[in-house]
């Protein structure tokens, strides 16, 4: 039992270049989210799937993209990366509803550099 | 509009106790969460609020006032790896299920 695993761990971009971060999860959680972590703002949304086949805009969705295509991942695209970007990528998931069991769960993290 | 407020740093001493304060301002409010964080590391879960009063759980103790908007995290004798950022997260509904974090307390424990 992983958890939740994301790829890569870290990767160097440079301004225009797109890639694919991928989450995955093996918890059959039905709420998956992304999140990016910058210093001093904390942890802010970009974008969350209730479910396999569904996708929603977080609190700062703009150059990003997502799919969620299968219940266990969840994939986080950039089309033309900006150096705006570079941050720490965390994705994490619950299996949706109330209760302390309800805590979110998050995978190590993506450090992503853009130049 | 959607706000959490905690210090950005505190200090404390080895075997101490650090209550961290938290206080929000949201809608459809549905729950409290603290998660500690380490450097470099990915949050993990330390507690959880959704009734006013305190839950405690070994050193770690949580406390939660809905009509005042305020929580605290209690952390009792303390130890040098209790380092770490601490988060204040509100889980909020309104049709689906969403966080929203604060900015993180940096916990620093000096020997």
């Known amino acids: 039992n992983a958890g939740v695993t994301q790829t890569p761990k870290f990767r160097v971009l440079k301004t225009g270049q797109s890639m694919t971060l991928l989450c995955a999860q093996d918890m059959n959680h039905e709420y998956m989210y992304w999140y990016r972590q910058d210093p001093g703002m904390g942890l802010r949304l970009i974008h969350y799937?209730?479910?396999?086949?569904?996708?929603a805009k977080g609190e700062v969705p703009d150059g990003y993209n997502v799919s969620r295509l299968k219940k266990q991942n969840f994939l986080l695209g950039l089309e033309s990366a900006a150096p705006s970007q570079t941050s720490v990528y965390f994705c994490?998931?619950?299996?949706?509803?109330?209760?302390?069991?309800?805590?979110?769960?998050f995978g190590p993290g993506t450090r992503l550099l853009v130049l | 509009g959607q706000n959490i407020d905690q210090p950005t740093e505190m200090t404390a001493t080895e075997g101490a106790i650090v209550q961290i304060n938290c206080t929000y301002q949201t809608s459809g409010f549905n729950g409290l969460f603290w998660y500690q964080q380490h450097a470099g590391e990915a949050p993990t879960f330390l507690s959880y609020n959704v009734l006013d009063g305190l839950e405690e759980k070994g050193r770690f103790s949580s406390f939660l006032s809905r009509s005042k908007g305020y929580s605290y995290l209690l952390l009792k004798e303390l130890q040098m790896k209790d380092s770490a950022s601490y988060l204040c997260a509100v889980r909020v509904y309104s049709g689906t299920y969403k966080y929203i974090f604060g900015t993180g307390t940096r916990l620093k424990v000096l020997a």
């Open positions: 994490a998931s619950s299996p949706g509803g109330e209760g302390k069991k309800e805590t979110q769960y």
């Open positions: 799937s209730v479910g396999e086949g569904t996708t």
